[in-house]
């Protein structure tokens, strides 16, 4: 299953965003974010989107922590590799965290289809497989 470069690129949720800087003193710098439905890209210029990260949905492992103070709402990502990063965003705007899910399990469902569809495409392309499997069937 391939993907139209549309589909990739779709932005999903646009806005700002406060993450925790990894200094010793642990700021929060508020960030320009666009979700689209491959990635999380992270700019520090609101005006000119350089300098940007990019966190691929498919090095994120969960969204973590979830946790309502005051007038922010708190949620960490957790990455494959285990790297925390930790997110604020105000109580009042559509939360990220839910998005950020939302987000992730779509991927992960459309990339279990594309796996699946792949796999059934490589089994019947070669029949001999099939019919080994058939035989030790009881």
Same mark, same amino acid.
């Given at each position: 299953m391939k993907m139209s470069a549309a589909e990739?690129?779709?932005?999903? /949720?646009?806005?700002?965003?406060?993450? !925790?800087?990894?200094?010793?003193?642990q700021f929060w710098?508020?960030? #320009?974010?666009?979700?689209?439905t491959d990635s999380l890209n992270i700019y520090a210029d609101?005006?000119?989107r350089s300098k940007g990260k990019?966190?691929?949905l498919q090095?994120? /492992?969960?969204?973590?922590?979830?946790? !309502?103070?005051?007038?922010?709402?708190?949620?960490?990502?957790?990455? #494959?590799?285990?790297k925390e990063i930790d997110f604020r965003c105000s109580g009042e705007e559509n939360c990220?965290?839910?998005?950020?899910?939302?987000?992730?399990i779509d991927f992960q469902n459309r990339k279990a289809i594309q796996d699946f569809k792949t796999r059934q495409d490589n089994e019947s392309a070669s029949p001999?497989?099939?019919?080994?499997?058939?035989?030790?069937?009881?």
């Open positions: 990739i690129s779709q932005v999903l /949720k646009e806005g700002e965003l406060e993450k !925790r800087s990894d200094s010793l003193l710098k508020r960030k #320009t974010c666009v979700l689209t609101t005006q000119k990019e966190l691929k090095s994120i /492992k969960k969204v973590d922590c979830v946790e !309502r103070t005051g007038k922010f709402v708190y949620f960490t990502i957790v990455t #494959t590799d285990n990220w965290n839910a998005v950020i899910t939302m987000a992730l001999g497989q099939q019919e080994r499997r058939m035989a030790r069937a009881p």
